[in-house]
């Protein structure tokens, strides 16, 4: 009974071995069909799928305005606490105060890239972009402030 049931372990070996050399000896013959890209030497040529996300950023224009109101929807929409919105208040042109963001903090570790933050945004001030090798040795590093330094909101922007 138990030389029996080896046998049959070894057979079994012996043919997930054989199916698995099978496979590598066809793409040993047929170069042409391996798809496998040569990360990452191919950086410079790599191109990503258009829906693939990579971090949550905040765009701006060539006069360093953005789109963010500082109205918070995208943090109340994130499910985990990925993103806190810091107001301050701007005195407008008729000498009013209004309600502005200060910073726009994005703890990228935290980040699912679920996309729930950009749906929210009611002035598309946010999107996904694709940049993907976010390794580094200090996680502090992956707290960033999306709003660049002296960056204004855009006007015509409510
Ligand atoms: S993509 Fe999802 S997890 Fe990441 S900040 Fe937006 S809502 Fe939060
Ligand atoms: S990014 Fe959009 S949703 Fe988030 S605070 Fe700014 S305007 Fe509001």
Known sequence: MFL????????????????????????F????????EQ???????????????????????????HRCTGCTACELACPNGTIKIVTK???NAEGKKKKAVDKFVYHLELCTMCNLCIQACPTDAIKMAQTFEHSVY?????????NKPDSKLQEGVE
């Not at 049931?5 to 590598?24: N, P």
């Open 89 to 91: 208040f701007d005195i």
């Open 39 to 65: 990360y990452p030497d191919n950086r410079a040529t790599l191109v990503l799928p258009e829906r693939f996300r990579g971090e949550v950023v905040m765009t701006h224009n060539e006069n360093n305005e």
């Open 138 to 146: 200090d996680r502090s590093l992956l707290t960033k402030v999306l």
């Open 4 to 27: 029996k049931e080896y046998i049959s372990d070894v057979a079994g070996a012996l043919k997930s071995l054989f199916i698995g050399m099978k496979r590598t000896g066809y793409y």
């Open 29 to 36: 013959t047929h170069h042409k069909e391996i798809i496998t």
